[in-house]
């Protein structure tokens, strides 16, 4: 995983303060466990549609769709965090985040098992993650926040998806080649 | 208008325009305000008092003389108006109130004399101050310090400088903006001056130019642009007055303050961007010094470059200098034309004067007619509108031709639906051509290095061009600057002889470089024609040879031949010229206009010239590519690169080590491409009996790319993939096909890069015992446990490379 830093791919946000992790979050599901990213990230939601794969591409990417005359890909997030598959439900849908993947705003679509809602989190509701006990990678995880006895992992989507692109995958796998 | 109400609006727009830290501007109004006193031709009248007033009022605001600057500038406005009623709207003096605290009786008057009348405290003040006071700034030096439009001194260092750290970055990008475009208007004025048509309109309108730029310019605080457009003002002053004739040498000093101007407008918007200051003292002292010595010797240079009409009529033979110049000299009226002259004097026929100046306009650039009001449209916006209206157009299909609709619908139904789709239609064509651009502007640029370009190789070049209104599509404008220009330095450099060369050979001393934009069957087409000493065939092939580029003896045609020039690393160039020679051109232009899906033709006639004919596709945004479905995907083959299509049956494939499969297409060796196999797609039938191969080819070679169903030629949008994808080289983009779906565009130069690639790697790997082993395998690309590509060759990650047990792997695998 150095060489993933080597990359220059992580950006510095493992300095922020829980106070700053507070705000909304919209919450979804994968498997068994719930899930939050920032809703200012959220570009909107749409239900699944035809998906066109592109070749030789990691498993965890889908393909691509059109959003309105633009093309953006699609990430299968169960994939990407090594979690079993289903097959696609009703609920299934389609969560379309604006990220800055090197440096420029990128919108990529990200599939999960159901939507959920939005949720406002305090900062008092937020602790750090675990080095362990989930499935999820730390560098993915802003914090574990906790809602009416309920758990949700609080996703750092820029990291998420930083590592999506292709290119950087890649020259990732040639290094250790 | 008299001078005097000129100068009164003058000051009026300066007084808008102003603001009260702005002492440049203070310093022009105050000058304003004499200078209208003085041109005020009566004593009696309150005008020149009140223009006086006004005058030291302005002072003492420069000064900082006054309790309240904003109540006092006020009070100038007040009488500007006042002063305006009078002189432009001719009121009569009783009714024209002016404001009290201008304080008219106590005026002081510019020559010095004492007022009679109550002095008020502050003329006291101000005389003693004027007196030589040495604490005061006089007023001189004011002017100096405060670097006023209208000194002709030196100015200090520090206005040369552009410093944007307090200007609104919206306002100064606007003005950018616009001031380019002046600038594109200035200069092809210019060269319409030079062409003789309409003079007095031409020279308005660049003085107009300069005009606007340097107001503007003098709002934001950028100096030395101001100083420039100002200059340049007053030269084109002379020129609308008669005192200087803007041609020869003096057209080229506008021309070069034109590009100063835009290297001025590049510099602040770097500095805009950047957030640090311009300096431009390398460009705007030496300019602004040649400006001024002209402006005040306007008589020194002599104006150069004859009539155009005298020299049509020598070339025709019709009259000699020597006519042409007793002529003039007798001529009575200096601002008569010279066809005129010489047939009041009979020295010709009016018929060959007619003639002539009939030719003369014909070669002219083509005017568009009318003046059309526009609008400036956010591009961003634009595009986002032609993204929407594509989309409507896709569902207006999905709604047209949908089955369940289309069955239950009655008359008037489908008469609705039909007109939907009219109409859908028609905004389309719309959005599309909303992206249409002329070439107008490309052509101008290209006229402008031409003039300099013929200057440099000491030939005569006259660039015509033609269809400068034909219009293409954003994507390509920007794009084809390049090619076309380098296409015209080598006919200029290459092509036109020198001139006694062409004398000699009984051309026209001057050459011809024909510049023709058009469309043609779907296509828009880019000629360069010269009439110069065309390609030489037998050079070219023995210069090819020499460079090993071809093999010697093979046989080409002669377009062949001329094609041979686009090749890298060709030259025929005896010499290196700084404009051409060094053989890295015409492979780039090559390269460019592939880039934009073109093509290049050459013809040639030795002796008579040489033509280049760009063929370009109507726009960027929309390829035409052959619909393809593979293990039921689509995926679209640009018909750019599609020779053909052929149905295979197993029999005539061959294979070589039992992987490579080849078809002998009439003698030729053609590999085959599975391309279900290369892109590891769930292949419907492994083993069928029969394939469709679409033959393509990528420059040189040709490949065939199995697919399982022909479907058609399709025209659609062609959309990037963005980043993500940028490493996935063996797709160009996706394109948006009828039904909304994104289908993937197969770059033809990565498949046959991707196929070579794996090959290689397979052989160096796995040598032995993969004969019975038909599935293909990858290069293992691993970047943790948990993530793997689909169709990897497990071998590495089980440690194990015996093909029993690498079968199993795989097997588990791929399930």
């Not at chain 1, 992790?21 to 749409?46: H, M, N, P, W």
């Not at chain 1, 090594?82 to 609920?91: H, I, L, S, W």
């Not at chain 2, 002709?152 to 001031?179: C, K």
């Not at chain 2, 005040?296 to 470059?305: A, I, R, V």
Request: net charge negative; aromatic share 4%.
């Amino acid at each position: 995983m150095d060489k993933v830093k080597d990359a220059g791919v992580v950006t510095a946000t493992a300095a922020k303060t829980v106070e700053d992790k507070a705000g909304k979050y919209l919450t979804f599901r994968l498997d068994q466990e719930e899930y939050g990213l920032e809703i200012l990230k959220v570009r909107e939601i749409i239900g699944l549609m035809n998906i066109t794969h592109v070749p030789r591409t990691p498993e965890y990417i889908r393909g691509v769709i059109n959003l309105r005359g633009k093309v953006i890909p699609v990430l299968d997030l169960r994939k990407k965090f090594g979690m079993g598959t289903t097959d696609d439900t009703e609920e299934t849908c389609v969560i379309v985040v604006e990220v800055n993947s090197i440096g420029s705003a990128v919108m990529m679509g990200i599939i999960v098992d159901a939507v959920s809602e939005v949720l406002d989190i305090q900062g008092s509701q937020i602790e750090e993650a675990p080095s362990f006990g989930t499935n999820v990678d730390t560098r993915f995880i802003l914090g574990i926040g906790k809602v009416k006895d309920e758990v949700k992992i609080l996703l750092d989507i820029d990291q998420v998806l930083a590592g999506s692109d292709v290119s950087m995958v890649q020259e990732m796998g040639e290094q250790q080649a | 208008m008299t001078k005097l109400e000129k100068k009164i609006e003058d000051i009026a727009a300066d007084l808008i325009m102003a603001d009260l830290d702005d002492m440049p501007a203070l310093a022009k109004i105050h000058e304003g305000f004499l200078q209208a006193g003085k041109l005020s031709k009566s004593k009696k009248s309150v005008f020149p008092k009140a223009a006086q007033a006004c005058a030291d009022l302005v002072e003492k605001i420069i000064l900082n003389d006054v309790p309240d600057k904003k109540k006092s500038w006020q009070v100038v406005t007040d009488s500007l108006t006042a002063i305006q009623s009078l002189v432009r709207d001719k009121r009569k003096e009783s009714e024209v109130h002016f404001p009290e605290e201008l304080d008219l009786g106590t005026a002081k008057a510019k020559a010095g004399k004492k007022q009679d009348g109550s002095p008020a405290e502050q003329v006291e003040q101000m005389e003693e101050k004027s007196s030589g006071d040495p604490d005061t700034v006089p007023q001189d030096d004011v002017e100096k310090n405060e670097q006023p439009a209208e000194s002709q001194q030196d100015e200090p260092e520090e206005s040369y400088i552009i410093n944007l750290e307090q200007a609104d970055s919206d306002l100064v990008a606007d003005f950018i903006n616009e001031a380019r475009e002046h600038c594109n208007n200035a200069e092809q004025m210019l060269m319409d001056l030079e062409t003789g048509d309409d003079k007095d309109g031409s020279i308005n309108a660049i003085f107009r130019s300069f005009h606007t730029i340097k107001g503007a310019a003098g709002f934001l605080d950028l100096r030395p642009i101001m100083h420039l457009a100002h200059e340049s003002e007053t030269l084109l002053d002379l020129g609308r007055k008669g005192s200087l004739n803007i041609e020869g040498k003096i057209a080229d000093i506008v021309f070069d303050a034109i590009d100063a101007l835009r290297k001025l407008l590049d510099g602040a918007e770097t500095a805009l961007s950047e957030g640090t200051t311009f300096d431009a003292r390398e460009i705007v002292p030496s300019l602004l010094q040649a400006l001024r010595s002209i402006i005040s010797n306007p008589d020194e240079l002599p104006p150069e470059g004859g009539d155009r009409v005298g020299d049509r009529l020598i070339d025709a033979g019709l009259v000699t200098q020597n006519q042409i110049d007793s002529a003039l000299s007798k001529r009575t009226d200096p601002t008569e034309k010279l066809g005129e002259t010489l047939v009041k004097q009979n020295v010709l026929p009016a018929k060959a004067v007619a003639r002539a100046l009939r030719q003369q306009k014909k070669a002219r650039q083509e005017k568009t007619a009318a003046v059309k009001e526009m609008v400036k449209i956010d591009t961003e916006r634009l595009d986002r509108m032609v993204d929407t209206i594509g989309e409507l157009v896709i569902a207006e299909s999905m709604v047209g031709q949908d089955e369940e609709i289309l069955s239950k619908a009655s008359h008037k139904v489908v008469r609705n639906i039909s007109h939907l789709n009219k109409i859908t239609r028609e905004l389309q064509e719309m959005g599309m051509a909303m992206r249409l651009v002329p070439v107008k502007g490309t052509f101008q640029k290209l006229a402008r290095a031409v003039r300099d370009l013929t200057r440099k190789s000491g030939k005569t070049v006259e660039l015509q061009t033609q269809g400068e209104d034909t219009e293409v599509d954003r994507s390509i404008i920007e794009l084809i600057g390049d090619p076309l220009m380098h296409m015209i330095r080598n006919s200029i450099d290459h092509g036109i002889e020198m001139p006694a060369e062409r004398v000699e050979s009984g051309k026209p001393e001057m050459g011809t470089v024909k510049l023709m934009a058009y469309h043609k069957g779907g296509k828009v087409y880019f000629d360069i024609k010269d009439d110069g000493r065309g390609l030489d065939k037998d050079k070219i092939l023995a210069k090819a040879v020499e460079k090993n580029l071809i093999e010697p003896g093979k046989d080409l045609t002669d377009s062949e031949i001329y094609q041979l020039i686009l090749l890298p690393g060709f030259s025929t160039a005896a010499r290196i010229t700084d404009i051409s020679g060094r053989g890295v051109g015409m492979d780039v232009v090559k390269r460019n206009i592939e880039a934009m899906r073109g093509h290049l033709e050459i013809d040639s006639k030795p002796g008579e010239g040489t033509t280049f004919s760009m063929k370009l596709p109507l726009t960027l945004a929309i390829i035409e590519g052959m619909l393809v479905s593979i293990a039921q995907e689509l995926y679209i083959i640009p018909t750019l690169s599609v020779v053909e299509s052929l149905s295979l049956t197993q029999d005539m494939i061959s294979t070589i080590t039992g992987r490579d499969e080849l078809v002998d297409l009439r003698g030729e060796m053609l590999p085959l491409i599975r391309i279900s196999r290369l892109f590891n797609l769930r292949p419907v039938d492994e083993e069928e009996t029969e394939s469709t191969v679409v033959v393509v080819e990528d420059g040189l070679r040709k490949i065939g790319l199995v697919v399982d169903k022909l479907l058609g030629q399709r025209q659609t949008v062609i959309k990037s993939l963005g980043t993500t994808f940028a490493r996935q080289k063996w797709i160009s983009g996706g394109a948006i096909l009828s039904d909304g779906n994104v289908g993937l565009i197969i770059d033809i130069g990565g498949v046959m890069e991707l196929a070579h690639e794996l090959r290689h790697e397979l052989y160096s790997r796995n040598n032995s015992a993969n004969a019975a082993d038909r599935r293909e395998t990858t290069e293992i690309k691993k970047i943790d446990e948990s993530v793997v590509y689909e169709g990897e060759d497990v071998s590495e990650v089980a440690g194990t490379s015996e093909p029993e047990e690498r079968q199993m792997v795989e097997t588990s695998i791929h399930q």
